[in-house]
C-alpha cells in the first residue's frame, strides 16, 4: 500500500506528466505525442522530500507525494 509523506495539493493539467525529481521536489514536463517531441520539465512545487532506497516516490491522485515499497521480481542469477 501507498503511504502518504507530504502534502501539496497541486492541480493537473492535461497532456503533463508529474513527477518528483531528484531535489524532492515536484516537477512536471509536457508529454510526447504523436511524433512531436516533449516538453523541458519545470518546477510545480518545492516539497524536499527525502528518499529512501526501495521505496517508489510518486504524485498521488489528491497531488500529494507517496511512496510504495518496490516489489522486486524475476528470476535470481546464479554464482558460477
Not at 502518504?4 to 525529481?21: M, N, P, Q, S, T
Request: proline fraction near 0%; include cysteine; hydrophobic fraction near 30%.
Amino acid at each position: 500500500m501507498a503511504e502518504k509523506v507530504a502534502k501539496a495539493g497541486i492541480k493537473r493539467k492535461e497532456g503533463y506528466l508529474y513527477f518528483i525529481d531528484k531535489q524532492g521536489d515536484i516537477s512536471c514536463a509536457k508529454m510526447a505525442r504523436g511524433g512531436k517531441k516533449g516538453g523541458k520539465r519545470e518546477k510545480v512545487s518545492k516539497v524536499g522530500v527525502k528518499k529512501k532506497a526501495g521505496y517508489l516516490y510518486f504524485v498521488d491522485k489528491q497531488g500529494d507525494v507517496s511512496c510504495a515499497k518496490m516489489v522486486r521480481g524475476g528470476k535470481k542469477k546464479r554464482k558460477k
